[in-house]
């Protein structure tokens, strides 16, 4: 999916996306007091547009998928909230069809699958992993 295409989806879905200053945060998804699930990004941390690519896809998969814990949460409940939101966002920046599609047309390497999918190489290698291993438990 495109950059475009995740923000049609928000908006499409009822989630705003803002720009915001998070200071130390990047971007972050939260659930709004009426209940509603908001996006805000920093665009001072943003450094292109697969980052932003990125970064959207992954709040918008804690939207989706009510992937939510608090600052007082237990590591295995954020663990698990950010394998969620990942999750959703490796199947909508890459999907499983398309990525076969195209290593059968001979793009192999991680940066050729990179380059195609306009994510940067060091997601793709995520999304491959979790492809090959449906988990998201990914080499050092």
């Known amino acids: 999916m495109t950059l475009d295409?995740?923000?049609?989806?928000?908006e499409e879905n009822g989630i705003p996306v803002v720009p915001f200053p998070l200071g130390e945060?990047?971007?972050?998804?939260?659930i709004t007091s009426d209940?509603?699930?908001?996006?805000?990004?920093?665009?001072?941390?943003v450094s292109s547009k697969q980052d932003e690519k990125v970064k959207?896809?992954?709040?918008?998969?804690?939207?989706?998928?009510?992937a939510y814990y608090n600052v007082f949460a237990s590591c295995d409940v954020k663990k698990k909230a950010?394998?969620?939101?990942?999750?959703?966002a490796f199947e909508q920046l890459?999907?499983?069809?398309?990525?076969?599609?195209?290593?059968?047309?001979?793009?192999?390497?991680?940066w050729e699958l990179a380059d195609y999918f306009d994510v940067p190489p060091?997601?793709?290698?995520?999304?491959?992993?979790?492809y090959k291993y449906g988990n998201m438990n990914f080499p050092s």
């Open 94 to 110: 890459v999907n499983r069809k398309d990525l076969r599609k195209a290593v059968k047309n001979g793009l192999t390497e991680v």
């Open 122 to 130: 060091e997601v793709m290698a995520k999304i491959c992993h979790y």
């Open 25 to 30: 945060v990047e971007a972050m998804s939260l």
């Open 82 to 88: 950010e394998n969620r939101a990942n999750r959703w």
């Open 56 to 66: 959207l896809s992954h709040e918008l998969g804690h939207a989706v998928s009510g």
């Open 35 to 45: 209940g509603r699930p908001c996006i805000g990004i920093d665009p001072d941390r």
């Open 5 to 10: 295409g995740l923000y049609a989806y928000a």
